[in-house]
């Protein structure tokens, strides 16, 4: 029997997006110039990602693929839209969904609920019989408790779908907590998108994962070309200096996707998505997305920018141009140069001394032992991980077998465990609290116990202790892989604050990096001019400024 358009549309988002002709803020929905986006748009993948490039419209399709959901009952439940801040979804709901709805009566806007009948705020609305949500993707740290608690604004939420938008400014405790929202749904539908970061982290490591989808175009020669793949070569110029995108057998211009724009009926054979790892299609279907697909960017205004980047950020070409993963050596840790300065000694199951301890706490306690060997170096002799169950019991004892004389502790979330652990310890015992006043430096106050230092500032040290041969690790074993892994995870980023425009660098990341922190303590409390090898003197003096 055949289907009534109306019935068509109720089944595929990209079908009832051009026969209501959804009004978007920048014209007409529709697939020309945008072919690319119709496969991912009639994707029913109960995982979808996206590693992206700014402006590509991917943001558009999973709105719009959203509510059309939710208007025609497939997410009973609700929908979940996750944004790394509040002030990010004052923004996107008055930005997208607001116009959305406004422009859109007889699509959208007749289906949500206002007044009495419903609720339509910037954080809430209901459409139909569902509620779509939209919040911050905050955690709270609950003190005592040692753990992340979600923060209140996902509680006692149920959806059948949720949608991380710009995931690599999230962590990864956020997703397990809204992927724990599903617990009731038979859908249980998940997206993510994101313009990336670094390697390994975010959407990059989501990407990895999933199928790898690449855009391919036929040439009138019979052969396929990725630009993604191909770039920078398969970008020629005209003699007027624009450019294109060629083939990369024969050299010819690509036909524009205009030429040969699809529609929901049907692929028209001259573009498609093909799956590097189609081993993966089950589980995610993940698409790279770059501005080299775009109708209305000119190739060679991409091509300039990678050969000049503007200002010599060439991170900003890699992650906003051409949707790729991007991080300087001077802004992240890479595994092979922190495992050069591992040796030949494996680790000690005790030491003389006298040594230094760092300590991160949270569900385990990460902890670095070492020693100062000079003025500006530095050797690890011990790397443990203890249970919160024993950690403080674990703690006295590596003191009294390492002979550690300096340590410093993360102040929270145990602070009252930390301050048991100070007063029971003749030897210096300080409790780090991090700030992002770059005025601070490490300043000690000796009479509270505590040292306050920069954190970005600290994580910049202890990556040029690094990067510069200064610190020396054990023999290579799991526990050292682990360590690895863990400073490695922390990337310097720039960002901007949405209120005030100031730009700051941070370090993030995805909340594995404990021993990164332990790291950062360790360097804090070996900084004790007394915490010296024997036979390693010292001719400075310790690097902390002491407060009243």
């Given amino acids: 029997m055949d289907m009534s358009p109306a019935d068509i549309a109720a089944c595929n988002p990209a079908y009832w997006a051009q026969l209501y002709s959804i009004k978007l803020q920048g014209g007409t929905f529709s697939f020309t110039d945008y072919e690319f986006q119709l496969e991912p748009m009639q994707s029913q993948a109960q995982r979808v990602c996206y590693m992206k490039a700014a402006q590509m419209g991917i943001t558009e399709i999973e709105v719009l693929k959203t509510l059309h959901g939710m208007i025609h009952g497939l997410y009973l439940l609700g929908a979940l839209y996750l944004f790394p801040t509040t002030d990010n979804v004052q923004e996107f709901s008055k930005s997208r969904f607001a116009p959305l709805i406004a422009a859109n009566y007889e699509a959208i806007g007749r289906h949500v609920k206002t007044g009495g009948e419903g609720t339509d705020t910037a954080s809430l609305k209901k459409i139909r019989d569902a509620f779509l949500y939209l919040r911050g993707a905050s955690l709270t740290r609950s003190v005592g408790q040692g753990d992340e608690r979600e923060s209140v604004q996902l509680r006692s939420i149920p959806v059948d779908k949720v949608v991380f938008d710009e995931l690599d400014l999230m962590g990864e405790g956020v997703i397990a907590k809204a992927r724990g929202r599903m617990g009731a749904s038979k859908v249980k539908q998940e997206v993510y998108l994101s313009n990336p970061t670094g390697p390994d982290r975010g959407i990059a490591k989501v990407f990895a994962a999933a199928d790898q989808r690449y855009w391919f175009r036929r040439c009138g020669c019979g052969a396929w070309t990725c630009a ?14 624009t450019g294109f995108i060629a083939c990369d057998k024969c050299g010819k211009e690509l036909p524009p996707l205009s030429s040969f724009a699809g529609s929901p009926g049907g692929w028209t054979g001259h573009a498609q998505w093909v799956a590097k790892k189609p081993e993966n299609s089950a589980h995610m279907h993940g698409y790279r997305v770059s501005q080299l697909m775009s109708c209305t960017i000119d190739p060679a205004e991409i091509l300039r920018e990678f050969e000049d980047p503007p200002e010599g950020n060439i991170g900003d070409v890699y992650r906003l141009r051409l949707g790729l993963p991007y991080m ?121 116990g505590i040292v306050k230092s920069y954190r970005t500032g600290l994580c910049d040290t202890t990556h040029r202790l690094i990067t510069d041969k200064k610190l020396v690790l054990p023999l ?25 425009g100031v730009q700051v660098y941070r370090y993030s990341g995805t909340g594995n990096d404990h021993y990164r922190h332990a790291l950062n303590y360790f360097y804090l409390a070996a900084a004790d001019g007394h915490i010296v090898r024997a036979g390693g003197p010292l001719n400075d003096e310790p690097e902390f400024a002491i407060t009243e």
């Fill in 228 to 241: 993604e793949e191909s770039f920078p070569t398969c970008v020629h110029l005209r003699e007027d200096g």
């Fill in 476 to 500: 290579r074993c799991p526990e050292v892989d682990v360590f690895i892994e863990q400073v490695c995870d922390m990337a310097k980023v720039l960002e901007t604050n949405r209120k005030t």
């Fill in 328 to 448: 300087a050596r001077e802004d992240q840790l890479r595994a092979g140069e922190v495992a050069e300065c591992c040796r030949f000694d494996c680790m000690a199951t005790s030491s003389q001394g006298p040594c230094a301890m760092g300590v991160d706490i949270g569900k385990t306690f990460h902890v670095v032992i070492g020693t100062r060997t000079g003025t500006d170096g530095y050797e690890i002799v011990r790397l443990v991980r203890l249970p919160l169950t024993t950690g403080w019991n674990d703690l006295h004892g590596l003191v009294q077998r390492y002979n550690v004389r300096s340590s410093v502790i993360d102040i929270r979330p145990y602070e009252d465990g930390a301050r048991a652990f100070q007063k029971q310890n003749r030897a210096r015992v300080l409790l780090c609290e991090y700030t992002e006043n770059a005025l601070v430096g490490n300043a000690v106050d000796d009479a509270r």
